[in-house]
């Protein structure tokens, strides 16, 4: 049985990836005293550029594994696709936080939603694919356009086939062609909703079940990657109390004890559905190491370690831009890093008194890659928007 008291400083905090979200965990940890290990395949990672020490093996090298969890006191994870056998061999040794019920689910986006319904949280409707005869079914019952998801290792828009609006008796082609571009795998089928715009939660449940949020955030999408989120959300009271009630009750049936986030589509009537969770800390939360009293890296390390959580309250209102690694390709059509030139002009953000410049430490751009980001504050997340947008686009060198 793993100890339940508060881990203090200096314990040792592991964490299963080595990305940008295990980079600012580790940030927080290491400002507050704590010690660092990651485990991932690569190495002179994001994360590990700042941990203790850097363990470089496959998930599935159970030995590694076991050898790295024997030299923490809590295991935490910055991606929801760590192997169950991962999870499970580091369990043995450590507490694993958030928990393996929160990996579980949030691995599997059939899961994901039969989850949603059974705790009564309205979702899109959804049937599961398993062939191109249970695709046309579920294609009858739900209509179209639709959206045909794999049900695992999908991110960012991978993995996702839109079926546009057909009569049903021209189903099959569309159908077909759905199915074969995501291999033949598992699936989802999701009914295609007109939203006004998607929004999230990302709150922190705590070990003796405290719970506290950072409100409704407002992201903005291109290409399927978040773009820019600004806080607080500009909605009615009433939608944000039930985006963040919602999220409390995703959070207790998971029995989460870190940080999750949940993703919601509004519609144009103002109804919230949910879309998915990611149990960790999340993109449109970067903004909170700015403006919040806490950021939500150490809401994840207090959560992890059984101590009190912080105030989310804001300092002033925020926002984030994602800076990818197509600010290095400004001119070029070509997807290839030879054709990359010289860095962005981090000089334009850097002089510029209001923005915040977050860079992840890694070793190679390419387009669409998060290689950073940036934060300002304002009086208003709209017009913190304003100023991120506007320094994101100073960054492009100019022929």
């Known amino acids: 049985m793993h100890k339940t008291h508060p881990l203090l400083p200096p314990a040792t905090i592991g964490i299963l990836g080595s990305g940008q979200l295990g980079r600012m965990l580790a940030q927080a940890a290491r400002q507050m005293g704590y010690g660092v290990h990651v485990l991932s395949p690569d190495s002179n990672s994001p994360t590990g550029q700042i941990a203790d020490k850097e363990f470089t093996a496959a998930y599935e090298d159970l030995d590694a594994v076991r050898n790295f969890a024997q030299g923490v006191d809590v295991v935490t994870y910055e991606f929801e696709n760590v192997p169950a056998a991962t999870a499970a061999a580091c369990a043995e040794f450590a507490p694993l936080r958030p928990g393996a019920q929160a990996l579980h689910v949030a691995q599997n986006r059939l899961r994901e939603k039969q989850f949603f319904v059974a705790q009564g949280l309205p979702t899109v409707p959804f049937a599961p694919v398993t062939s191109l005869e249970t695709l046309l079914i579920g294609l009858e019952k739900i209509g179209t356009p639709a959206i045909l998801k794999t049900a695992t290792s999908g991110y960012d828009g991978k993995g996702q086939q839109l079926i546009p609006q057909s009569p049903i008796s021209d189903l099959h082609q569309p159908a077909s062609a759905a199915w074969d571009a995501i291999n033949q795998q598992p699936a989802i089928l999701e009914g295609f909703v007109e939203f006004e715009r998607e929004v999230s939660v990302v709150a922190a449940r705590g070990l003796d079940g405290s719970f506290a949020h950072f409100g409704l955030i407002h992201n903005d999408h291109a290409n399927h990657i978040l773009d820019v989120s600004q806080a607080p959300a500009d909605v009615p009271p009433t939608v944000a109390q039930e985006a963040v009630a919602m999220a409390r009750a995703v959070l207790a049936g998971l ?11 509004l519609t144009h009537d103002g109804k919230l559905l949910l879309n998915e969770i990611a149990p960790r800390p999340h993109n449109s939360g970067h903004l909170t190491i700015e403006a919040c009293v806490t950021s939500q890296f150490e809401q994840q390390l207090r959560a992890v370690c059984g101590l009190p959580l912080g105030s989310t309250r804001y300092l002033r209102a925020a926002a984030m831009a994602n800076l990818l690694g197509d600010l290095w390709f400004p001119h070029q059509e070509a997807e290839t890093e030879e054709t990359a030139v010289s860095p962005p002009n981090w000089l334009s953000v850097l002089q510029n008194p209001h923005v915040k410049l977050h860079l992840y430490g890694k070793a190679a751009a390419r387009p669409g890659r998060k290689m950073g980001h940036i934060t300002a504050l304002a009086d208003t997340g709209a017009e913190a928007a304003k100023i ?12």
Not at 255 to 265: P, T
Not at 388 to 399: F, G, P, T, Y
């Open 255 to 265: 029995d989460v004890v870190g940080v999750l986030c949940v993703e919601f589509f």
């Open 388 to 399: 991120v947008h506007e320094a994101r686009a100073s960054l492009i060198i100019k022929d």
